[in-house]
DNA sequence: TAAATTAGCGTACAAATGTACGCTCAACTT
DNA sequence: AAGTTGAGCGTACATTTGTACGCTAATTTA
């Protein structure tokens, strides 16, 4: 890559990362402006147009990076996992940590999942789908649930987890500990569930 | 009541319907400004100031007076469920009543549930609370439960209810139906968890 | 009836915003 | 070496915003 495209590339990650710096829990992306992005990222107001249409097309950048970075945590968390223990209890563990250490990614995925625009509804909607079906997957395979309900379980669980993580937000650090048990005690109960639920629908034929 | 205190409460009325009215997919409250409020309500942009000290202040008030609205909508639809038949089945399909109805005032809620501002986010919780309370105590005295095993139950309904809400918003009225399905499944999946769990912790005494 | 209160208005202003336009000059292409 | 490209800048402008201030006129109080 040409030093010019280096250097492009650079600055469009300053954009990228000075919009993220700026979130808070008192700032949503949505009240960002465009020149305040700018000024944060250290060039002039105009330049801004050279590597984005609009605040827009920023944000659904984010929302794209965001969901990788997520999901290529929890990933990596799911490896401990195997090494035995609560497959439940490790993932809340590996979530919490995950919303520590980026609070703010978390936070675009968690406020613009109800904003203002479709276009980022539909890109916060495409990221959990991910987490979704591939937690729908594992328990199919791994339980021996029907599709649908395999994917009725999945769904409730990264809900549940997702509603947890914004609460944590708000918390401070020993009250998250109370959070997480309760969170675990809610996903056994969906886990639970769905299995005397398979089974009554299996013995049924 | 005087004829003037009459005419401010009419204003005042016309403010937050102004506001209620500008809500949309498109349009959050957050983006609503004075100035637009008060036109719409037909009132000079200054004379806001003698109904409310800040568009903050209007929030507020749209927020308790939604989850008013909210939670007598859902009282009225439990009167329903006493006349027999599966009460989660009752209850989902009053909610996406409601919902249909007002999908502002859910909007709303939804929306500063994870929003910029601590006292809006406090505000809706406090709404929530109601419902889950109110929840947590039917079950517990209902389905003897713990009640710290109510409580996660009860939390947990409501969240699945809510999310599920949130994503109806946005669905046209045919598909609504299979998503209400899918919500009674996994309200089903944690009423028969909390159930299962609830007998291992008494027979464990 | 006289005085006090106050909802609503119009004017005014400073601040901030998005973006059009044209320039510069370093990097790249030919 | 000569020509082309394009990232970044500064200037400029029309809009919109929140709100300070003082007035009016109708209602309320005394």
Chains 1, 2 share one sequence.
Not at 63 to 70: A, F, I, M, N, Q
Not at 125 to 149: C, G, K, M, V, W
Request: proline share 1%; aromatic share 6%; glycine share 6%.
């Amino acid at each position: 890559m040409g030093v010019r495209a280096q250097q492009k590339e650079k600055t469009r990650r300053a954009l990228v990362d000075a919009a993220f710096n700026q979130l808070s829990a008192e700032r949503s992306f949505s009240s960002l402006s465009l020149r305040e992005v700018a000024r944060e990222a250290g060039i002039a107001p105009t330049s801004f147009y050279r590597h984005f249409k609009d605040m827009n097309e920023l944000g659904l950048t984010m929302v794209d990076e965001g969901g990788l970075t997520l999901r290529q945590m929890m990933r990596k968390g799911r490896q401990r996992a195997e090494a035995g223990g609560s497959v439940i209890r490790i993932s809340v563990d590996t979530f919490i940590e995950v919303l520590e250490s980026n609070p703010n990614v978390f936070r675009i995925l968690l406020h613009e999942r109800s904003g203002t625009s479709a276009a980022f509804r539909a890109a916060v909607e495409r990221e959990i789908e991910h987490f979704i079906s591939e937690l729908a997957h594992y328990t199919e395979a791994q339980a021996n649930r029907t599709p649908d309900l395999a994917r009725a379980q999945a769904e409730a669980l990264v809900i549940l987890v997702f509603n947890a993580g914004a609460s944590a937000l708000d918390l401070k650090r020993s009250e998250r500990k109370a959070l997480a048990d309760q969170l675990v005690l809610q996903l056994r109960m969906v886990a639970t569930g769905a299995e005397a639920l398979q089974q009554k629908m299996d013995n049924r034929t």
